[in-house]
């Protein structure tokens, strides 16, 4: 059995090496006010209270102490002790990080500890070559290694703001960041991966590529998009539309708000109420929430008329937009933003039919991800945690949507594994696990089974016998957003789209102001005639320049004109991928493409 991450020798390791910090900065920075320090999954972090604002640069400074402290060899020793002598340690001014002035926080994590838990320290001591014995102490449950020479593979990654406990309303302390590992390799090998990652990060590739962007002024997690980014956005929306249209699905808009009755109705407000905005009164006191999903929307369109046992399934499909609200500290780019637009559907089913959708569901999730080339995922079901009380709805429907699940994911042949208390608040779910480029793991299509949203609005159908039935719902939405698909692409790819998708599939580079005319009509013959993004490139700059932007823009194709193309009624053709591929006609241009 695989070891968990909490009881390994890497997560010890990492706990020291935060405590390790701490300690360089008490002796850097006199004032400086400790908090907490874990380990966390690529490493670990510490927030601390500086007298002043940290700058990055001086973190290489934290750095080149630690490895001074870490090779004293200085034993780390866990003590326990009573309340009354954990308040005197902290207040004890003559251990760094400790006295009145500087542990106000500790003094709040101690008062945090219940009434009869253990109160535990662990101490890193040395001897200097006088006799004098040196020690760094601080509150901690541990665990750690046995001393500070084991710490040896480190580096400290990045600062960020974080509030004290995590409440915007508390003071914003200066978290570092920072990872550890057994072996100078394998710290080697995760910063070149890190470095990766950078080139990747799809918050740069967004700004460099032209693809969307952010205001202050608009708000935070509320993306801007641009003409390239939208352009992108259409493509991926088009390609849906299209694979829904195929599959028997209904096309249906809704507003971005709604009452609060009908919230009340689904249970969102009582399950969901920490992730809404403010609710919003109008002048005849009817409250209105800006919506956070779009189900309650499409089952009112579903309950506007009878619906016989013949008219089911009934398959509503929406690029919905809906508004959750992140703490601006989860917000991630568009990959966690406060604002974005799901490629939403609801189906309602008769029991019978609830097998065969739902196998129709996983085949469309399956095939957009191989269209998008996210080759390498797997399945996930979420199931109820039977210890908690969030969930709605009796204990047989959910038993019944669960099967389903399963029985649609085993007849599927997918690998799959359940994750009690995953579900939603009203079904059991399948997400779709995608591990990218860089070997992270994303949670982006779900499909889920509800009986319970059917029930709390009364739904029905008349079925065959004359008399009225309750019809099953399934939720899905294959990209998860379009938000957060274009930001994975982004990272996936690079931002070297597939030709498909590419924002700007082709740009035109005249050499000389006299190719320009040929240029515009290569333009509108690609664009309209065979449906491509064109661009054309007419400034008075080097061809060479030309070819490094484009190629810095990551365009799939450029074309380039000049006197010896307008004499032999050629292009000359470059990949982004394979450089120069000579003159060839527009024909053979276009034959390519198309291949």
């Not at 309650?296 to 959750?324: K, N």
């Not at 994911?409 to 799959?416: F, Q, S, V």
């Amino acid at each position: 059995m695989k070891l968990k991450y909490e009881d390994s020798y890497l997560y010890r390791l990492r706990h020291s090496a935060a405590h390790l910090m701490a300690q360089a900065v008490t002796e850097l920075y006199p004032g400086a006010k400790l908090s907490i320090g874990p380990p966390i999954e690529n490493g670990f972090y510490y927030d601390i209270d500086f007298p002043s604002p940290l700058k990055e640069e001086e973190l290489e400074s934290i750095e080149k102490r630690m490895k001074d402290l870490a090779k004293l060899d200085q034993r780390i020793e866990r003590t326990e002790v009573s309340r009354d002598e954990a308040k005197a340690l902290i207040l004890d001014a003559t251990i760094p990080g400790m006295g009145d002035a500087v542990a106000e926080y500790k003094l709040e994590l101690l008062d945090a500890i219940p009434e009869g838990e253990a109160i535990s320290f662990f101490e890193q001591k040395r001897m200097d070559r006088d006799g004098v014995q040196h020690r760094f102490l601080d509150l901690c449950r541990g665990p750690h290694v046995e001393s500070t020479k084991e710490i040896k593979a480190f580096k400290l990654t990045s600062i960020a703001g974080a509030y004290w406990r995590g409440n915007v309303k508390n003071k914003m302390l200066t978290r570092i960041y920072g990872t550890a590992f057994e072996s100078k390799e394998e710290l080697e090998a995760h910063l070149a991966h890190i470095e990766e990652a950078k080139k990747r990060d799809h918050r740069i590739l967004g700004r460099e590529l032209g693809l969307f962007m952010f205001s202050a002024r608009v708000g935070t997690g509320l993306p801007l998009w641009l003409p390239k980014g939208a352009q992108l956005r259409m493509t991926l929306a088009d390609y849906m539309n299209h694979e829904q249209m195929r599959r028997g699905y209904q096309p249906v808009v809704t507003p971005h708000l709604g009452s609060i009755k009908l919230f009340e109705t689904s249970g969102h407000i009582y399950n969901y109420r920490d992730k809404m905005f403010p609710f919003m009164e109008d002048d005849e006191k009817e409250t209105f929430i800006l919506k956070p999903m779009n189900c309650p929307f499409h089952i009112e369109i579903y309950r506007s008329q009878m619906r016989s046992y013949r008219d089911l399934p009934v398959r509503y499909a929406e690029m919905g937009t809906v508004y959750r609200y992140e703490q601006s500290g989860e917000v991630t780019g568009i990959l966690r933003a406060r604002g974005f637009t799901q490629d939403d559907a609801h189906l309602f089913v008769r029991p019978d039919q609830l097998l065969e959708e739902f196998t129709s569901v996983v085949d469309l999730m399956q095939a957009v991800l191989k269209k998008l080339e996210l080759t390498n995922y797997r399945a996930r079901v979420g199931t109820k945690d039977p210890t908690s009380d969030k969930y709605i709805g009796d204990d047989e429907n959910w038993t019944l949507a669960t099967e389903a699940i399963l029985k649609a994911c085993d007849d599927k042949g997918l690998e799959y594994e359940v994750s009690p208390g995953d579900a939603a608040f009203y079904g059991p779910k399948l997400d779709m696990i995608i591990k990218d480029a860089l070997g992270r793991d994303w949670q982006m299509g779900t499909v889920q089974v509800d009986y319970n949203l059917p029930e709390r609005f009364e739904l029905e159908y008349i079925g065959e016998d004359s008399k009225p039935h309750r019809p099953v719902m399934i939720h899905r939405a294959p990209f998860g957003s379009l938000e957060r698909m274009i930001g994975l692409l982004t990272e996936q790819f690079a931002g070297a789209f597939p030709f498909w998708l590419a924002p700007v599939q082709v740009s035109i580079l005249a050499i000389a102001d006299r190719h320009n005319d040929l240029a515009s009509e290569l333009m509108v013959k690609l664009r309209d005639a065979h449906g491509m993004r064109v661009e054309i490139d007419t400034r008075r700059e080097t061809l060479g320049k030309k070819i490094r932007e484009a190629q810095m823009q990551k365009i799939p194709y450029m074309l380039i004109i000049g006197d010896k193309d307008i004499e032999n009624n050629t292009v000359g053709v470059r990949c982004r991928e394979e450089g120069d591929l000579g003159a060839m006609s527009l024909e053979e241009f276009v034959s390519k493409t198309k291949e």
